[in-house]
């Protein structure tokens, strides 16, 4: 037994899960008619509809009950003091003063760090608006026209999001790409149609030494000089980093380096000068409503009672399926084109920051931690993984993300789009019985014989449980908003979980073998010692190098 399993607000959890678990939502909905009324919030135009889980009006205070026995209201107000609360990294977690609009001063280890990440935010500013008014010219005097932005992981993926989501904001004349991975492809079909003269690289590396953007960043630079010249490389080349000293080896005019703090954790830098892509392609303005949407996230989760606190419902709603239920995936689904790449970037904020498996305390827990998480826009996804969800042996829990409104008025497309993320989680909770599924193929006149044969096949479970987000229209503020709900959920399951959300050292064993194994691999160090799997397949590439080059 652990401090979690032994609280006895997760025992009397566990002992109701027995009495609520074979609950069907049908009846509850039947039973009670203000459910939505009962299980739904808001937060500056955000809803959040949870009346579609299994949970009644006890199951909720149980979970609140959870949330402060865990202590989740002072963890929370520790991270907004800007307490070294990732411990085993010993670092503040300051995301959340990136995007601090309030003049409240927001300290860390005695210092007011607003100061600082308003004169980042200038210098982005400046230089964004630079580049978007043709002041800022490449070597041969030409304005810019493509921004790469090469960095990986959270120097990558929070990027590309949030330029995904907001395209309907960007230039027909400025635009981004994007080379995280190192395999020469990324970089060479990134580069292919491109005209140097009009491009401009970040080279977005917290550490700036990451072995793929690191390679990827020279390799473009190659590119770059191989067609302009050495000269070329200060007006096509910047940086965000905090490592001024790589940034000056690699040749980069440190006057065009974007510093930020080792207080921001890469997998929540978009907020910081990791940013800099947004602000060039959708303009510093609609950068900063970015941060402001996020900040009215950050309001709400610091402020609401755990009752209505958006984050924290959503975290407890995702330990009730993870532990209690023993459910251990968790799909996201967007119904909005622009929200595509919304459940990749989650899955690198909810499953590095929350799959751990020993305790704060370094002891293996002894409960499941974070969930997988996968998704897909809808209703794309409606024709792929949905018949999973509906009639799969599985059981996932999921978030369905509907938006109200579309930049395209096309009425007829919307209208569409609204009724399917409604008509799923409608379908998803009901199900359909064997006596309705057989009554619906009576009355289309089918054979009894066929009836009898198909019943079974055309029955849906339903009980399957979906939190329902609607967002005005996806808008830089409503990006920001949405990405803070789920940073704070995250860091709300990881308080409760008693991790630590914010250290990552199982990325580090993988990316220390590739080092040794790339000698191996060149030939310059002979192939032993090695595993007989390892030794197989290496010797398999080589000789297939070979024969193919
Ligand atoms: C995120 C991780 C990781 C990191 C990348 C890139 O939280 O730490 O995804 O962002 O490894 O690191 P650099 O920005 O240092 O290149």
Known sequence: MSALTDNPAWTTLQAHYEDVKSLHMRDLFKQDTDRFEKFSVRSS?????????????????????????????????????????????????????????????????????????????NKVRRFSEDVRKGHWRGVTGRPIKTVVNIGIGGSDLGVIMALQSLRSYQRDDLSPR??????????????RDL?????????????????????????????????????AVRKHFVAVSTNEEKVRDF?????????????????????????????????????EEMLEGAHAMDEHFRTSPVEHNMPIIMALLGVWYANFFGWSTHAVLPYDQYLTRFPQYLQQLDMESNGKRVDLQGRPVDYTTGPVIFGHAGTNAQHSFFQLLHQGSWNVSMDFIGV???????????????????????????????????????????????????????????????????????????????????????????????????????????KQLAKDLTPKLTGEVPIMDEDASTEGLLKYMKRLKKEFI
Request: charged share 20%.
């Open 45 to 121: 135009g955000i809803l959040l509809d949870y009346s579609k889980n299994r949970i009644t009006e006890q199951t909720m205070t149980l979970l609140s009950d959870l949330a402060r026995s865990c202590h989740v209201e002072q963890v929370r107000d520790k991270m907004f003091a800007g307490e070294h609360i990732n411990s085993t990294e010993d670092r503040a977690v300051f995301h959340v003063a990136l995007r601090n609009r309030s003049e409240r001063p927001m300290m860390v280890d005695g210092v007011d760090v607003m100061p600082e990440v308003r004169a980042v935010l």
């Open 195 to 231: 005209d140097p003269e009009t491009t401009l690289f970040i080279v977005a590396s917290k550490t700036f030494t990451t072995q793929e953007t690191m390679l990827n960043a020279r390799s473009a630079r190659s590119w770059l000089v191989k067609r302009l010249g050495g000269e």
């Open 178 to 191: 994007f080379i995280s991975n190192v395999d020469s492809s990324h970089l060479m079909e990134t580069l």
């Open 251 to 287: 040749g980069i005019d440190t006057d065009y380096m974007f510093p930020f703090w080792d207080w921001v954790g890469g997998r929540y830098s978009v907020w910081s000068a990791i940013g800099l892509a947004i602000a060039l392609v959708i303009g510093f303005d609609k950068f």
């Open 404 to 510: 109200a409104n579309n930049h395209h008025p096309l009425r007829e497309h919307q209208t569409i789009l609204l009724s399917n993320f409604l008509a799923q989680t409608k379908a998803l909770m009901l199900g359909k019985t064997e006596e309705e599924a057989r009554a619906e193929m009576a009355a289309k006149g089918m054979a009894q014989n066929r009836i009898d044969k198909l019943a079974a096949h055309r029955t849906f479970p339903g009980n399957k449980p979906s939190n329902s987000l609607v967002l005005p229209l996806v808008t830089p503020f409503t990006v920001g908003q949405l990405l803070a709900l789920y940073e704070h959920k995250v860091f709300v399951q990881g308080i409760i979980w008693n991790i630590n959300s914010f250290d990552q050292w199982g990325v580090e064993l993988g």
